[in-house]
Each structure stands twice: as C-alpha cells, then as structure tokens.
C-alpha cells in the first residue's frame, strides 16, 4: 500500500471551487444557475494588458526568466506602491509570483512546525488554516465579528499572542466579510506588536483597490517600525481581472527574501513569461478600467446590501472593501451550509456557507457581487421566494 505523509491529511482546500463545480455540473444539467459563490471579476482583462502578453510572445519571450520575475516589473510594483502609499520599496524584496497562494504557502511553511502557532482571522480565506495545519503548527483563530464592523480588534488579537506565536496573518480589505480596519486600529496593532518582536506578520492586501464610502486603504508597509518583519501579499488577479493569469507579487523583508526566492526556484522555477510582460502593461498603463470596475461594485453593492436586508430573517452590514457581502441568516432558521446548498439546487442560486471560512462563520452566507446587477437581483428574488416559503429542516 502507498504510504502518503501525515500531514496531507490535515490539508483541507476552498470550497468555492468545490462549489462552482457542483455550479457547473447543474448548468451542463440544463439549470439555470446565477453564480454569486466564486470569487472572481466578470469582466475582461482590459484589452491593453492582453495585447502586452500577445507582443510578448510575438516578440520571443518564450524562456525562463529569474525565478524573482523580470526586473522591469519588480521595478514597476515597487513604482506603484510608492505612488499609491508613498512608500519605498527596493525592486530587490519584491518577489513575483503565479497568484496570490504562493505567498501564503511560503510565508505559513517558513514559521509553520509542530510547537508553533500561527494565528490567521476568522471568518478568514480558508487557505489559512488549511496551510497552518498542513505544516502541523497550531491555528489560532483570531476572531473577525460584525459588530466590530468586520474588522479585526487590535485588543483581542493582541491577547491571542504567546510565546509560541511564529506568525500573524492579517487581511483588510477582507474575505468573505468586506470588511476593512480602520487605521486607527491598524495603529493599535503595531503599537502593540512592539512587545513580541519574534512575530512575523503577513498582511493580505489582494483587495487594497476596492474600498468604498471614501475609505482608503492603509497598508502595513506604511509602518518602518515593522518592515523588519512583514510579509506584504498582493497582485493583479482581482485588481486588473486577471484571476487566471495567475500573477501575484509579495514584498519580502530583507532576511527573508533569499529563503523565498530557494522556494521559488525548488517549486516552480519562474512565472510565466509573456503573463509578467502583462502584468507591467497593467501597472504602468491607463487605470480607467480599475476605476469603472470598481465604480460598478460599488453600484452592485448597494443592491446585494438592499435587496438582503429585505429578505426574511436576513440582516446585511454594509461592506467597505472587496466584492462580497457577508448576511446573518441566523434569524432565518436555517444553518448557513445547509442554507447554500439548498438554494444552490432548489433555486440556482450559489452562495458560499459561512462555516467554509471558519468556525466564526456560522450564522452566515458569502456572496460575491461580482456578477452582473440583473443576476443579482434575479437572486435576491429566488433566494426571498425560497425563505419565505422553505422551512429549514
């Protein structure tokens, strides 16, 4: 018999693909389904950042690059960054990778062995946790709760911290909440994480771009007093619609960099060629199209908040970032799993059960808005006509 290690069998995975597969099967079935469970852009990649990838190959760029990514675009991501938050940022800790995952990956196996602890937000991206556990660290879940706005408390998360503490994940704006911390308790962290300098932190700021109500996003790399020890994950799949071009990018502190740059090389030795020639384009080309997007979230928002808050036994806060909404069916009867899958098969609709994000989510659904206005609303109907008259079990 094939003897597969231990810890592949604490790896767990994100049941939105699980969930948009079952989407599919019922689609090739003949039903007619309206996908609010996945987490991707309906738009196009705009039509420049595809041309750039096209030149690209027609122009021979059909080899390896360095396992870093080619230094114009690690040029161009420190250039961003300095223009969006006016901070520094050498091309030489910035690291470019096939999606956002891999920073995850890279960043939990450096601090992640049995006697560790890794604390991660819940209701959080399931990768977290699946990744924690993976490398037999404890998960520590530090608690993401609605009336906190869905943003994390400085205070309690704080207090979670041990002597075993190796790494704290953090991520603002944030799935599957839409929440998005405010500075002020941004502030408070890092004033506090002075006292435990032996603990990284990797912030997740793949929705940085999409914040609302006049919000900005505040990055951590805003702070030098932790520079030292931050991880920064980014990159174009939700900013730019590019979730299958499979580009991301992270900064790394300087003692650190080497060890991420030996992974890059012993897994995937580089990133697509003519994908980063995109990624460049993306950056240092017309933003136009980020903003329409963004604009059109904000007018698919206020419809997902307004037409959930009139739902039965559903109540709905408001989300300041990204493209999902997090409701409260608790009032409905139904479990929040149970819940999905029924009005996935019952009446078409998918949305994401809250369990799936951690053991904080009971109580909620994840939509994403990341659809057209008339799906949504032709979901709020069906999902309104289902609770009105289905009882849960």
């Known amino acids: 018999m094939l003897h597969v290690v231990d810890s592949f069998g604490r790896i767990g995975e994100e049941n ?103 604390m991660y937000p819940d209701p959080g991206f399931p990768i ?37 503490t190796r790494l704290l994940i953090v991520n603002s704006p944030a799935n599957p909440t839409g929440g998005v911390t405010p500075k002020e308790e941004i502030d408070k962290l890092v004033a506090g994480l002075a006292a435990h300098p032996d603990v990284a932190i990797m912030s997740d700021e793949i929705y940085g771009q999409m914040t609302y109500d006049g919000l900005e996003h505040r990055t951590l790399l805003a702070y030098p007093e932790i520079r030292d020890r931050l991880i920064l994950l980014d990159g174009w799949s939700k900013t730019y619609a590019m979730t299958g071009w499979r580009m991301g990018y992270s900064v790394w502190p300087k003692p650190l960099y080497e060890a991420a740059r030996k992974l890059a090389v012993n897994s995937y030795s580089c990133v697509n060629a003519s994908a ?36 039965p036994g559903v109540s709905a806060a408001t989300p300041k970032g990204a493209f999902y909404a997090f409701p409260n069916i608790s009032k409905t009867g139904w479990k929040a799993k149970p819940l999905a899958s029924a009005l996935l098969e019952e009446t078409g609709v998918a949305t994401i059960g809250g369990p799936d994000f951690g053991v904080y989510g009971e109580g909620y659904i994840r939509l994403s808005y990341a659809n057209s206005a008339e799906n949504i609303l032709r979901a709020l109907e069906r999902m309104g006509e289902f609770l009105a008259t289905r009882k849960a079990a």
């Open 16 to 118: 939105a693909f699980a969930v948009l597969a079952r989407a599919t099967e019922l689609q090739r079935q003949g039903k007619d389904i309206i996908n609010l469970g996945i987490g991707q852009p309906d738009f196009a990649t705009p039509e420049h950042i595809v041309e750039a990838a096209i030149k690209a190959l027609r122009d021979g760029h059909h080899g390896y690059t360095p396992a870093t990514g080619i230094l114009p675009l690690r040029e161009a991501v420190s250039a961003d960054l300095h223009k969006r938050f006016g901070v520094d940022v050498s091309p030489e800790l910035v690291l470019i990778v096939p999606g956002g995952k891999v920073t995850m990956f890279m960043a939990i196996l450096m601090f992640g062995e049995p006697g560790a602890e890794i």
């Open 128 to 164: 977290y946790r699946s990744m924690i556990e993976f490398t037999g660290a404890k998960a520590v879940p530090v608690p993401i709760r609605e009336e906190n706005g869905f943003a994390f408390s400085a205070e309690e998360t704080l207090a979670l911290i041990t002597p075993k």
């Open 276 to 311: 980063q020639f995109a990624g460049l384009a993306a950056l240092t080309g017309p933003q136009d199209a980020v903003h329409a997007m963004v604009a059109e979230f904000d007018r698919r928002r206020k419809i997902v908040v307004d037409g959930l808050n009139k739902l």
